[in-house]
């Protein structure tokens, strides 16, 4: 699979930049996939206007790989085919992503897998390449992008234990058939490292940055990165997110990235109240992802937001120990009141049944 296979409508809007939330996994009491709520998400993500959906990611869980549990093909597969079908009678397309871990062997598989499933492009997740060399990682993520356009993925050390360089971002830029770059390190130095990086490699129009950083969403969307170059003065932005905080609360999200392109296109001053959102932003986040705990109840946060809107039956996890922080739920409740110009509720309810019962 090569990026010049995506269909045209579908690359040009992830050039143009859009939302793509990162699925979260619903499960039954059984522990199997309630597939009720899977699809109503997807038909949520695809009527709120994302221009892709992510799933196989952390916000999927990762104990999906696990071999005593072993969901991780049956999960990407019926993703898929959900998307398909409420696409094709929606008249529309959006960008399908895989998340791609592990070591070369397992990723390689893992894309070839993906590929095969009609997916146009994987997250690659290099957590597991966090004693290794940045030779030993580039070639890695040459044998992965041989077999389907990959995004690059910056994930927090916080959850992946490693950083990853400008020297490696640079190299990484130069690898046939890159899509885009994910950045999601949670750090402003990193951030910058990253699209520097992509500016001295002459690639700010071939590789499309997207958000990640979940402490800086609006920010990093409305910044103009510029860098001297050996070809001068060049300037890179961030064109859209793709968020495991964007898998809930979808609607208000889209609108929010549409407000943001039409303030970048205009020229105009960026407004002040723009700057205030972002604090908001941030803020529902922190909760929702469970900062104050090392993010220790970050996806069962998700699935509490999405079990208030009806989308979810429950908020369970695979790995049991993954469970609400103390004192979360309150935090959850204060950010809902706090900030009821961020939530869709009233387009989920308006919607919610007839996704379900499809």
């Given at each position: 699979?090569?990026?010049?296979?995506?269909?045209?409508?579908?690359?040009?809007?992830?050039?143009?930049?859009?939302?793509i939330?990162?699925?979260?996994?619903?499960?039954?009491?059984?522990?199997?996939?309630?597939?009720?709520?899977?699809?109503?998400?997807?038909?949520?993500?695809?009527?709120?206007?994302?221009?892709?959906?992510?799933?196989?990611?952390?916000?999927?869980?990762?104990?999906?790989?696990?071999?005593?549990?072993?969901?991780?093909?049956?999960?990407?597969?019926?993703?898929?085919?959900?998307?398909?079908?409420?696409?094709?009678?929606?008249?529309?397309?959006?960008?399908?992503?895989?998340?791609?871990?592990?070591?070369?062997?397992?990723?390689?598989?893992?894309?070839?897998?993906?590929?095969?499933?009609?997916?146009?492009?994987?997250?690659?997740?290099?957590?597991?390449?966090?004693?290794?060399?940045?030779?030993?990682?580039?070639?890695?993520c040459?044998?992965?992008?041989?077999?389907?356009?990959?995004?690059?993925?910056f994930?927090?050390s916080?959850?992946?234990?490693?950083?990853?360089?400008?020297?490696?971002?640079?190299?990484?830029?130069?690898?046939?058939?890159?899509?885009?770059?994910?950045?999601?390190?949670?750090?402003?130095?990193?951030?910058?490292?990253?699209?520097?990086?992509?500016?001295?490699?002459?690639?700010?129009?071939?590789i499309?940055?997207?958000?990640?950083?979940?402490?800086?969403?609006?920010?990093?969307?409305?910044?103009?990165?510029?860098?001297?170059?050996?070809?001068?003065?060049?300037?890179?932005?961030?064109k859209?997110?793709?968020?495991?905080?964007?898998?809930?609360?979808?609607?208000?999200?889209?609108?929010?990235?549409?407000?943001?392109?039409?303030?970048?296109?205009?020229?105009?001053?960026?407004?002040?109240?723009?700057?205030?959102?972002?604090?908001?932003?941030?803020?529902?986040?922190?909760?929702f992802?469970?900062?104050?705990?090392?993010?220790?109840?970050?996806?069962?946060?998700?699935?509490?937001?999405?079990?208030?809107?009806?989308?979810?039956?429950?908020?369970?996890?695979?790995?049991?120990?993954?469970?609400?922080?103390?004192?979360?739920?309150?935090?959850?409740?204060?950010?809902?009141?706090?900030?009821?110009?961020?939530?869709?509720d009233?387009?989920?309810?308006s919607?919610k049944?007839?996704?379900?019962?499809?």
């Amino acid at each position: 699979m090569k990026i010049n296979e995506i269909p045209q409508d579908i690359l040009n809007n992830f050039r143009k930049g859009c939302v793509i939330p990162a699925h979260p996994l619903s499960l039954k009491e059984d522990m199997s996939i309630d597939e009720q709520d899977m699809r109503a998400l997807a038909n949520y993500y695809i009527d709120a206007g994302v221009g892709g959906i992510a799933i196989g990611v952390h916000t999927t869980q990762f104990e999906i790989r696990d071999e005593k549990i072993d969901m991780l093909e049956d999960v990407l597969r019926f993703t898929s085919q959900s998307i398909d079908d409420i696409c094709a009678k929606k008249g529309k397309g959006i960008l399908k992503v895989s998340g791609i871990c592990g070591l070369t062997e397992q990723a390689v598989a893992e894309a070839k897998l993906a590929a095969s499933l009609g997916f146009h492009a994987s997250l690659l997740n290099m957590s597991a390449f966090k004693d290794k060399t940045n030779d030993e990682k580039i070639a890695h993520c040459e044998a992965v992008a041989a077999e389907i356009p990959v995004i690059g993925f910056f994930l927090q050390s916080a959850i992946s234990g490693m950083s990853l360089d400008y020297d490696f971002w640079k190299r990484f830029a130069q690898i046939d058939n890159v899509l885009g770059i994910k950045m999601a390190p949670f750090n402003r130095y990193q951030t910058i490292d990253v699209v520097r990086a992509i500016c001295d490699a002459g690639k700010e129009n071939d590789i499309t940055l997207y958000t990640g950083n979940d402490d800086n969403i609006i920010m990093d969307l409305l910044s103009p990165y510029r860098f001297k170059t050996a070809r001068g003065v060049v300037e890179a932005r961030v064109k859209g997110g793709l968020l495991g905080h964007w898998c809930v609360w979808t609607k208000k999200a889209v609108e929010l990235l549409d407000e943001i392109h039409s303030i970048v296109d205009s020229g105009k001053d960026i407004p002040v109240e723009m700057l205030s959102r972002n604090i908001e932003v941030t803020d529902s986040n922190a909760v929702f992802f469970d900062a104050a705990n090392n993010f220790h109840g970050c996806i069962p946060g998700i699935h509490e937001v999405l079990r208030r809107q009806g989308l979810m039956k429950s908020i369970r996890c695979l790995n049991p120990q993954e469970t609400l922080s103390p004192g979360q739920l309150e935090e959850i409740d204060r950010v809902y009141k706090a900030y009821p110009h961020l939530h869709d509720d009233e387009f989920v309810q308006s919607h919610k049944q007839d996704w379900l019962s499809k």
